[in-house]
C-alpha cells in the first residue's frame, strides 16, 4: 500500500522555525516529484514548493522564498519542508504530494492538481 505522512507540525511563534516530514512507504520517492501545499481556513490549496525527481529543480511561492527551504532524503525516503521566519499567514494545513511522469515545466508550476498521491496534512498555526 503506498502512502505519504506528514509530520512536524505544531504551533510557533511569529519568527520561528518548523521542519515538515513526509515520509513514503510502498514506493520511493526517487521516482516521483514532490510538492508541499497548504491551504489555509476559507482559502483554496495553494502550492508552496516542488521539486523534481532529481531534485536539480525546485520552485517556491514568491510568498516564502528566502524563508522555506525543500529537500529530500532518499536513504530515509523523506522530503522535508523547511520553514524559517514563519508568519502568522503561514498558518494551514500542510499537505505533501507526488507525482510520476511530470514535465519540469509542470513541476515548476506547483499547481495542486497536478499532484496525484497526498498525504493527510499536518497542522501548523505560527501566532503568538
Known amino acids: 500500500q503506498q502512502q505519504l505522512v506528514e509530520s512536524g507540525g505544531g504551533l510557533v511563534q511569529p519568527g520561528g522555525s518548523l521542519r515538515l516530514s513526509c515520509t513514503a512507504s510502498?514506493?520511493?520517492?526517487?521516482?516521483?516529484?514532490i510538492g508541499w501545499f497548504r491551504q489555509a481556513p476559507g482559502k483554496e490549496r495553494e502550492g508552496v514548493s516542488c521539486?523534481?525527481?532529481?531534485?536539480?529543480?525546485?520552485n517556491y511561492a514568491d510568498s516564502v522564498k528566502g524563508r522555506f527551504t525543500i529537500s529530500k532524503d532518499s536513504a530515509k525516503n523523506t522530503a522535508y519542508l523547511q520553514m524559517n521566519s514563519l508568519r502568522p499567514e503561514d498558518t494551514g494545513v500542510y499537505y505533501c504530494?507526488?507525482?510520476?511522469?511530470?514535465?519540469?515545466?509542470?513541476?515548476?508550476?506547483?499547481?495542486?492538481?497536478?499532484?496525484?498521491?497526498w498525504g493527510q496534512g499536518t497542522q501548523v498555526t505560527v501566532s503568538s
Open positions: 521539486i523534481s525527481r532529481s531534485g536539480r529543480s525546485t
Open positions: 504530494a507526488t507525482a510520476r511522469q511530470i514535465t519540469i515545466p509542470t513541476i515548476l508550476r506547483c499547481n495542486p492538481g497536478d499532484f496525484g498521491s
Open positions: 510502498g514506493f520511493s520517492l526517487d521516482l516521483d516529484a
